[in-house]
């Protein structure tokens, strides 16, 4: 019997997209944009103390070659040539550290992870010392406290000196950047310091690590980071776009062992394939783009035009604005990061980047907490049955209030109750509550960088809800525009590569994301109900704040 005839599809891009939870690999097809193929594996998060949280750099690189392999499976199923895939982008956790050493590729300790949420606008660098807030929406663990007392000391060396950092990197003084990360792995770690005096140890964020791995390890693997990465240790100056002498002074980080800087859309190096790995037929293909989850998600959403947003919705929200070639300081708590450079002469686009703490989080709560929904898609039929929150109104300050009030004092609050309130109306709230903050984030941004926000890009698991996306327009009053196509993170780090120089197998235009449409919710209600509505929610914020008056135990802070 012949052998089936393999689809002809034209060049195809891989993505790796290694996340806080799981790692995936996806495969896309470059005229079109369409994902032909995924596979996904979860990882594990270990807290060795309170306070602590770490992941294995081993097992993460392990699910990376996994995730390659099966995805390579399942295409031959589909009699898809795996030959056709031309390059492999990276999307990666950012800020997460990893230490290893460069002759035989072990890693000297577990990678020291950062928090999933609040996000990057850490409370810790937000508020006075020892008034800070733990992570809300997750275990307050996620918010790895080991390096509090590095940033402390490090406060107190130079006056200003947040300043100082903030000047040259767009990011304060916080215990979520990679420098503090290092800088503990330096003082406490006895395998890095040692590494480091022989000249063996290596420092990189995942996508380092990955990418070092990928292309050979001890036998010639490149040592390198892009832009977006760099921009989020706390090391890198993101004017001149280089590691800065007077940061690793200030940090006593030693140059020799950051990784190179590069674009996020060039060759950086060619797959080699382990013994772990039996899908030879990657052997040579290239590397060619690297972007921090948040910008691959900007770039996978086409936000290329200054004053176009994204915002992805999960457990908490991750606001990116494109402010164009120039960098926009806030006034209001949000960073100031790169948002790509794509190509070696190119030109770099940065961001404003805001988070909300809460989205997803508070629908758990109501499941988990209050028992008023079973599964976290019955909101969306709870609060279709009123249609209204009746004047309820929900603040989920679980533990303060983060950007742009900065308020550790605030708890959550449920006002405007009445006889006739029942779950349903609380559930409308809720998700009305999601939509109040992610407002006021942009509301900042807009006040930070002048340009009015003329729609909304959206992805993340809750925009399937239907009401929730509805009601973020009324209450933005500005259309909200979501991809058929979820994975704009993937998305946008297969661009990256498959755009690359000597790639060129993807033109980042429009046209070329022809198998991505977009579904537009237009606002329903007038501008001055909207505009009510919004008065109303700053109404009960300011109700909740002031409710804690001392540091208590309530607050969960040792």
Known sequence: MAAAKKAVLGPLVGAVDQGTSSTRFLVFNSRTAELLSHHQVEIKQEFPREGWVEQDPKEILQSVYECIEKTCEKLGQLNIDISNIKAIGVSNQRETTVVWDKLTGEPLYNAVAAPVSPGPSDPVAAVPSGSAVPAAGTSSVWLDLRTQSTVENLSKRIPGNNNFVKSKTGLPLSTYFSAVKLRWLLDNVRKVQKAVEEDRALFGTIDSWLIWSLTGGANGGVHCTDVTNA?????????????????CEFFEIPMKILPNVRSSSEIYGLMKISHSLKAGALEGVPISGCLGDQSAALVGQMCFQDGEAKNTYGTGCFLLCNTGRKCVFSEHGLLTTVAYKLGRDKPVYYALEGSVAIAGAVIRWLRDNL????????IEKLAKEVGTSYGCY??????????PYWEPSARGIICGLTQFTNKCHIAFAALEAVCFQTREILDAMNRDCGIPLSHLQVDGGMTNNKILMQLQADILYIPVVKPSMPETTALGAAMAAGAAEGVGVWSLEPEDLSAVTMERFEPQINAEESEIRYSTWKKAVMKSVGWVTTQSSESGIP
């Open 231 to 247: 921009s989020r240790t706390m090391l890198f100056n993101i004017h001149s776009l280089e590691w800065d002498k007077e940061l």
């Open 371 to 378: 028992g008023i929904i079973k599964t976290s898609e019955e």
């Open 394 to 403: 929900f603040v989920p300050a679980f533990s303060g209030l983060y950007a």
